[in-house]
């Protein structure tokens, strides 16, 4: 009887051992996936962060670009110096600065008020020649460097004979014409 007693203490012993493996084994097994679900969702929650981080990213790009100020339009007004204009003569000489300074449309704020002495000096004392054949001579007065570039300048006609002063600039150099 005893060999008896002892077989079914070590049976109940081996199924107590079963069925608290069997136990631990289905309650780990629930918690693990549990975590597993935890886990995916955080992977997705990560992903989303970072699409959301990167398209921040690529806004905070966009405005600064946005940031950089350029010149998108040239504008030139002429002051009344000592003589006053003719409208046609105004005009013309708005026009011919505003080409000349076109070429400074879509440049950055900052670079042209950083060489803004080079505006100065091209434009200390410009001569233009009109299409009646009269020259007028330029001075700056002041620079506006915005998203608009305002000039100001004024302008005196020459008394000179323009077809005389460009035949004496030639004098001066050889024909190419041999005599």
């Not at 935890?38 to 946005?66: D, Y």
């Amino acid at each position: 009887m005893i060999v008896i007693l002892w077989k079914r203490y070590v049976a109940l012993l081996l199924i107590g051992i079963l069925l608290g493996a069997t136990t631990i084994l289905f309650l780990y097994g629930r918690e693990k996936e549990e975590l597993i679900l935890v886990n995916k969702s955080l992977e997705l929650q990560n992903r989303q962060l970072h699409e959301e981080l990167q398209s921040m990213k690529e806004n905070q790009r966009v405005s600064r670009r946005n940031q950089d100020l350029v010149i998108k339009e040239v504008r030139a007004s002429v002051l009344v110096g000592e003589q006053k204009l003719h409208p046609t003569i105004e005009v013309q000489v708005v026009d011919h600065l505003e080409k000349d300074l076109a070429s400074l449309k879509g440049k950055k704020v900052e670079q042209v008020a950083y060489v803004h002495q080079v505006l100065h000096e091209m434009l200390r004392r410009r001569e233009y020649v009109l299409s009646d054949g009269t020259m007028v001579e330029v001075r700056i007065k002041t620079v506006v460097i915005s998203q608009t570039l305002h000039v100001f300048v004024t302008a005196e006609v020459k008394k000179e004979d323009v077809l005389k002063k460009v035949a004496r600039n030639f004098l001066f150099i050889e024909s190419y014409i041999p005599t």
